[in-house]
């Protein structure tokens, strides 16, 4: 990585080495005619380095994302002694306003880019972002939660094959790495086949800020900072207490039965088979069915959902690791 840009141009302005900016988003506008705007907090450093774009709140109701980035901002992190740092807190304002996962025109905007000039209003959002930022970018860090219930223990996501992403991911420092293979129309996607390297983190569960997670986020976006030489001197990184854990295969232990749901085993633990999570009971305190493991490996994601159907993901364990 080593943009050596004397000027950039996000959303048809142009920032020069050692300017700070913040220049709005302009989305859409609402049937009542207000307008809807994204602010995109750019801060340069007069010393030219990479351009590192952090994003949160692609899906509305993931709020953790969205206070690391506020973090990141609040307490000057963002300000690089080389290169740029590019934040954008909240990308689905609509969602974030509601605290809903998906646009007002129902789509799922992590799932149409790289969008369409003359598409949907989310598809709209995805070809603005990827054509007037992202291709002024190097590097890319988004900040993603479980959904519906279920929380994720932090953890990065990339594809695996690509030494660039394990150096970052290791540097970043979160418990686990997941290899994933990106998903069609998704923004990880798209970044990966205009050649943007992305660290896709995961941690926590929607509608819910976690101290510890945003922590490892926070500390995550420091340490890869100071990997690339852009983090400011006044910023102290500390080393993971634990080493990355890679898993390189995971699977869900599913309910086999509908019923009131509770788990007995912390996430980021490391069960042996037949170890029982948890156990299924019905309200009559006629039933009781315990939730076993079904191989070996660490626990990355828990439902904390009380009630659960036949066929609910209950725990994601990793089957295979790196």
Known sequence: MTDHKEAITILG??????ESKEISFDVA???TFNSVEVPVIIERAKKPGPTVLLTAGIHGDEVNGVEIIRQIIAKGINKPKKGTIIC???INVFGFINLSRDFPDGRDLNRVFPGSLKGSLASRVAYKLIHEIVQEVDFVMDFHTGGSGRFN????RIIKGSETLD???ENFGAPFVVYSKNLNKSFRHTCNKLGKPMLLFEGGKSYHIDDNVANHGVNGIKRVLHSLEMLSSKFKVSKPKTSCVFINES?????????MFKASIPINSMVKKGDVLGNITDPYGKFNHFVKASNTGYIINVNELPIVYQGDALFHISTELL
Do not use: D, M
């Not at 302005?13 to 050692?18: F, P, S, V």
């Not at 223990?153 to 990065?156: E, M, R, S, T, V």
């Not at 699977?251 to 019923?259: L, N």
């Open 29 to 31: 506008k609402l049937h």
């Open 251 to 259: 699977k869900w232990i599913r309910a086999k039965y509908s019923g």
């Open 167 to 169: 150096n970052l991911a």
């Open 153 to 156: 223990a932090p953890q990065i």
């Open 88 to 90: 954008i807190p909240v």
């Open 13 to 18: 302005e142009t920032i020069a080495l050692g």
